[in-house]
């Protein structure tokens, strides 16, 4: 019903910003957030920022907060995840996530890597 697909990871060196994108398909129109998480290897997959898209209201976890910006464009129905000084602890697989309610996201993206190097 909704299709992700994302881009911009890359190899980056600590310090170093990156803007991840996320283009959106289908049943946009029952989104109520969308989110990012992201999975290092061996880890689990975490929450990192979300948004919601009524409100504008965002999440940030503590290990990203003053350092990444999520945000949306309605016309181009993409979400981007601006990534500034980056540490090799940010180094992991980046999703992009999508829900109709609250609690569950049901829609991913395929996943982009973002490695940074110190």
């Known amino acids: 019903q909704v299709q992700l697909v994302e881009s911009g990871g890359g190899l980056v060196q600590a310090g170093d910003s990156l803007r991840l994108s996320c283009a959106a398909s289908?049943?946009?129109?029952?989104?109520?957030?969308m989110g990012w998480f992201r999975q290092a290897p061996g880890k689990e997959r975490d929450l990192i920022a979300s948004?919601?898209?009524?409100?504008?209201?965002?999440y940030y976890a503590d290990s990203v907060k003053g350092r990444f910006t999520i945000s949306i464009d309605n016309r181009k129905l993409t979400m981007y995840l601006q990534m500034n000084n980056l540490k090799p602890e940010d180094t992991a697989v980046y999703y992009c996530?999508?829900?109709?309610?609250?609690?569950?996201?049901?829609?991913w993206g395929q996943g982009t890597q973002v490695t940074v190097s110190s």
């Open positions: 289908g049943r946009t129109f029952s989104i109520d957030a």
């Open positions: 996530a999508a829900r109709f309610s609250a609690g569950k996201y049901d829609f």
């Open positions: 948004i919601t898209s009524t409100t504008g209201i965002t």
